[in-house]
Protein backbone atom coordinates (compact mmCIF):
# COMPACT_ATOMS: atom_id res chain seq x y z
CA UNK A 1 0.00 0.00 0.00
CA UNK A 2 1.30 3.59 -1.15
CA UNK A 3 1.51 6.72 0.98
CA UNK A 4 -0.67 8.50 -1.34
CA UNK A 5 -4.00 5.31 -1.15
CA UNK A 6 -3.45 5.97 2.13
CA UNK A 7 -3.88 9.90 2.21
CA UNK A 8 -6.89 9.62 -0.62
CA UNK A 9 -8.22 7.01 2.32
CA UNK A 10 -8.07 9.04 4.93
CA UNK A 11 -9.91 12.00 2.81
CA UNK A 12 -12.54 9.96 1.78
CA UNK A 13 -13.48 9.00 5.56
CA UNK A 14 -13.51 12.28 6.67
CA UNK A 15 -15.87 13.33 3.83
CA UNK A 16 -17.84 10.34 4.85
CA UNK A 17 -17.73 12.07 8.31
CA UNK A 18 -19.26 15.29 7.65
CA UNK A 19 -22.17 12.90 5.65
CA UNK A 20 -22.69 11.15 8.90
CA UNK A 21 -22.57 14.58 11.03
CA UNK A 22 -25.15 16.42 8.54
CA UNK A 23 -26.83 13.44 8.95
CA UNK A 24 -27.33 13.60 12.74
CA UNK A 25 -28.33 17.25 11.97
CA UNK A 26 -31.28 15.97 9.87
CA UNK A 27 -32.49 13.22 12.18
CA UNK A 28 -32.54 15.77 14.91
CA UNK A 29 -34.48 18.15 13.47
CA UNK A 30 -36.99 15.42 12.43
CA UNK A 31 -37.19 14.30 16.10
CA UNK A 32 -37.57 17.87 17.36
CA UNK A 33 -40.79 17.87 14.88
CA UNK A 34 -41.95 15.21 16.20
CA UNK A 35 -41.84 16.47 19.77
CA UNK A 36 -43.18 19.17 18.93
CA UNK A 37 -46.18 17.60 17.67
CA UNK A 38 -46.66 14.99 20.66
CA UNK A 39 -46.92 15.80 24.12
CA UNK A 40 -44.91 11.91 24.94
CA UNK A 41 -41.50 12.45 25.61
CA UNK A 42 -41.65 8.61 25.29
CA UNK A 43 -42.42 8.69 21.84
CA UNK A 44 -40.96 5.36 20.61
CA UNK A 45 -40.41 7.46 17.27
CA UNK A 46 -37.93 9.40 18.95
CA UNK A 47 -36.42 7.00 20.87
CA UNK A 48 -35.45 5.31 17.58
CA UNK A 49 -34.05 8.30 16.55
CA UNK A 50 -32.03 8.56 19.87
CA UNK A 51 -30.72 5.11 18.68
CA UNK A 52 -29.81 6.29 15.21
CA UNK A 53 -27.91 9.00 16.95
CA UNK A 54 -25.54 6.86 19.43
CA UNK A 55 -25.29 4.51 16.14
CA UNK A 56 -23.83 7.76 14.50
CA UNK A 57 -21.97 8.87 17.00
CA UNK A 58 -20.00 5.81 17.58
CA UNK A 59 -19.42 5.36 14.11
CA UNK A 60 -18.16 8.68 14.16
CA UNK A 61 -16.12 8.17 17.08
CA UNK A 62 -14.05 4.88 15.52
CA UNK A 63 -13.70 6.91 12.19
CA UNK A 64 -11.78 9.38 14.39
CA UNK A 65 -9.89 6.81 16.03
CA UNK A 66 -8.38 4.91 12.83
CA UNK A 67 -7.78 8.37 11.43
CA UNK A 68 -5.37 8.41 14.43
CA UNK A 69 -3.97 5.06 14.36
CA UNK A 70 -3.41 5.57 10.32
CA UNK A 71 -1.41 8.39 10.84
CA UNK A 72 0.69 7.66 13.90
CA UNK A 73 1.62 4.44 12.17
CA UNK A 74 1.98 5.82 9.17
CA UNK A 75 4.72 8.33 10.59
CA UNK A 76 6.42 5.41 12.67
CA UNK A 77 7.29 3.52 8.76
CA UNK A 78 8.57 6.46 7.25
CA UNK A 79 10.97 6.77 8.87
CA UNK A 80 11.92 2.47 8.51
CA UNK A 81 12.95 0.69 5.84
CA UNK A 82 10.47 0.31 2.89
CA UNK A 83 9.52 -3.27 3.74
CA UNK A 84 8.18 -1.81 6.51
CA UNK A 85 5.03 -0.10 4.58
CA UNK A 86 4.25 -4.09 3.59
CA UNK A 87 3.58 -4.72 7.42
CA UNK A 88 1.57 -1.21 8.07
CA UNK A 89 -1.96 -2.94 7.33
CA UNK A 90 -1.47 -5.25 9.71
CA UNK A 91 -0.32 -2.64 12.63
CA UNK A 92 -2.57 -0.68 11.82
CA UNK A 93 -5.52 -3.05 12.92
CA UNK A 94 -4.24 -4.53 15.66
CA UNK A 95 -3.89 -1.04 17.24
CA UNK A 96 -7.17 -0.02 15.97
CA UNK A 97 -8.85 -3.16 17.41
CA UNK A 98 -6.70 -2.50 20.73
CA UNK A 99 -7.96 0.89 20.82
CA UNK A 100 -11.90 0.02 20.10
CA UNK A 101 -11.33 -2.80 22.64
CA UNK A 102 -11.07 -0.28 25.70
CA UNK A 103 -13.85 2.13 24.46
CA UNK A 104 -17.37 2.41 26.41
CA UNK A 105 -20.76 2.93 24.65
CA UNK A 106 -21.31 5.19 27.51
CA UNK A 107 -19.30 7.55 26.61
CA UNK A 108 -20.84 7.88 23.45
CA UNK A 109 -23.61 10.19 25.72
CA UNK A 110 -21.00 12.93 26.07
CA UNK A 111 -20.35 13.07 22.01
CA UNK A 112 -21.54 16.42 21.11
CA UNK A 113 -24.47 15.78 19.06
CA UNK A 114 -25.91 13.55 21.12
CA UNK A 115 -26.02 16.13 23.92
CA UNK A 116 -27.17 18.60 21.18
CA UNK A 117 -30.20 15.98 20.59
CA UNK A 118 -31.11 15.70 24.00
CA UNK A 119 -31.32 19.06 24.92
CA UNK A 120 -32.73 20.18 21.33
CA UNK A 121 -35.24 17.43 21.94
CA UNK A 122 -36.41 18.27 25.64
CA UNK A 123 -36.63 21.88 24.86
CA UNK A 124 -39.21 21.09 21.92
CA UNK A 125 -41.12 19.76 24.47
CA UNK A 126 -40.60 22.60 26.93
CA UNK A 127 -41.72 24.87 24.06
CA UNK A 128 -44.85 22.45 22.75
CA UNK A 129 -46.15 22.64 26.65
CA UNK A 130 -45.76 26.08 26.64
CA UNK A 131 -47.23 27.33 23.31
CA UNK A 132 -50.76 27.51 24.85
CA UNK A 133 -50.15 29.13 27.60
CA UNK A 134 -48.01 32.24 25.41
CA UNK A 135 -50.98 32.16 22.75
CA UNK A 136 -52.79 33.78 25.44
CA UNK A 137 -50.49 36.77 26.48
CA UNK A 138 -50.26 39.99 23.47
CA UNK A 139 -46.64 40.72 23.08
CA UNK A 140 -45.59 43.80 21.79
CA UNK A 141 -43.95 43.25 18.31
CA UNK A 142 -41.40 46.30 18.41
CA UNK A 143 -40.12 44.62 21.46
CA UNK A 144 -40.17 40.66 20.36
CA UNK A 145 -38.16 41.84 16.70
CA UNK A 146 -35.93 43.56 19.05
CA UNK A 147 -34.83 40.83 21.31
CA UNK A 148 -35.22 38.32 18.47
CA UNK A 149 -32.67 40.27 16.79
CA UNK A 150 -30.40 40.73 19.80
CA UNK A 151 -31.01 36.64 20.60
CA UNK A 152 -29.99 35.39 17.11
CA UNK A 153 -26.61 37.85 16.89
CA UNK A 154 -23.25 36.76 16.89
CA UNK A 155 -21.14 38.78 19.13
CA UNK A 156 -18.00 37.70 17.18
CA UNK A 157 -19.62 38.70 14.02
CA UNK A 158 -22.06 40.71 14.98
CA UNK A 159 -24.78 39.28 12.30
CA UNK A 160 -27.44 36.66 12.54
CA UNK A 161 -25.84 33.07 13.08
CA UNK A 162 -26.11 30.18 10.58
CA UNK A 163 -25.30 28.01 13.10
CA UNK A 164 -25.47 28.40 16.30
CA UNK A 165 -23.65 26.60 19.16
CA UNK A 166 -24.04 27.02 22.74
CA UNK A 167 -20.90 26.96 25.52
CA UNK A 168 -22.06 24.69 27.75
CA UNK A 169 -19.44 26.61 30.55
CA UNK A 170 -20.86 29.72 30.27
CA UNK A 171 -24.72 29.14 28.31
CA UNK A 172 -23.66 32.21 25.86
CA UNK A 173 -24.42 31.05 21.86
CA UNK A 174 -21.70 32.03 18.62
CA UNK A 175 -21.82 31.55 15.26
CA UNK A 176 -19.83 27.80 14.88
CA UNK A 177 -16.89 29.24 11.74
CA UNK A 178 -16.40 32.47 13.82
CA UNK A 179 -15.98 31.10 17.12
CA UNK A 180 -13.87 28.06 15.72
CA UNK A 181 -11.88 30.32 13.87
CA UNK A 182 -11.50 32.55 16.92
CA UNK A 183 -10.15 29.49 19.08
CA UNK A 184 -7.50 28.53 16.20
CA UNK A 185 -6.75 31.65 15.61
CA UNK A 186 -5.57 31.94 19.11
CA UNK A 187 -4.05 28.67 19.75
CA UNK A 188 -2.14 29.31 16.79
CA UNK A 189 -1.10 32.50 18.86
CA UNK A 190 -0.20 30.34 21.91
CA UNK A 191 -3.29 32.05 23.37
CA UNK A 192 -6.41 31.03 25.15
CA UNK A 193 -9.73 32.11 23.39
CA UNK A 194 -11.90 34.61 26.30
CA UNK A 195 -15.59 34.46 25.18
CA UNK A 196 -16.38 37.29 23.25
CA UNK A 197 -19.42 38.24 24.70
CA UNK A 198 -18.73 41.71 26.94
CA UNK A 199 -18.85 40.97 30.74
CA UNK A 200 -17.91 37.03 30.72
CA UNK A 201 -15.62 35.60 32.76
CA UNK A 202 -15.08 32.13 31.18
CA UNK A 203 -11.10 33.01 29.98
CA UNK A 204 -10.72 29.45 27.91
CA UNK A 205 -13.44 28.86 25.37
CA UNK A 206 -12.95 25.46 23.80
CA UNK A 207 -14.47 23.71 20.87
CA UNK A 208 -15.39 20.64 22.93
CA UNK A 209 -17.35 23.11 25.42
CA UNK A 210 -19.61 23.61 22.05
CA UNK A 211 -22.99 21.98 21.57
CA UNK A 212 -24.90 22.43 18.41
CA UNK A 213 -28.22 24.83 19.40
CA UNK A 214 -30.57 22.97 16.67
CA UNK A 215 -33.49 24.99 18.83
CA UNK A 216 -32.35 28.32 18.10
CA UNK A 217 -31.27 27.35 14.45
CA UNK A 218 -34.87 26.33 14.23
CA UNK A 219 -36.02 29.73 15.58
CA UNK A 220 -33.79 32.07 13.70
CA UNK A 221 -35.54 29.82 10.34
CA UNK A 222 -38.65 30.96 11.80
CA UNK A 223 -37.88 34.17 12.11
CA UNK A 224 -36.51 34.41 8.67
CA UNK A 225 -39.47 32.92 6.87
CA UNK A 226 -41.93 34.94 8.50
CA UNK A 227 -40.25 38.71 7.67
CA UNK A 228 -40.04 37.23 4.46
CA UNK A 229 -43.73 37.26 4.43
CA UNK A 230 -43.72 40.52 5.11
Known amino acids: MSLSAVHGTLSSLKSCQADIGTGMDIVTDVAMDLAEAQDDEMNPGIKEMEAMILECAKLDREINYFVDVVQQVTAE ?4 QPEAMF ?3 AKVKE ?6 ARLSDADLHTHQKVMAFKESVKNSFKQANQESAESMEELDEDIAVTQSQV ?24 DEA ?16 RCPVVGCGNTDVKDSDLIPDQML ?7 KRQNNRT
Open 77 to 80: VTTQ
Open 87 to 89: SLS
Open 95 to 100: QFTERI
Open 151 to 174: NFTCPLTQVEMANPVKNKKCNHHY
Open 178 to 193: AILGLIKTKHSQKKKC
Open 217 to 223: RRRIQSY
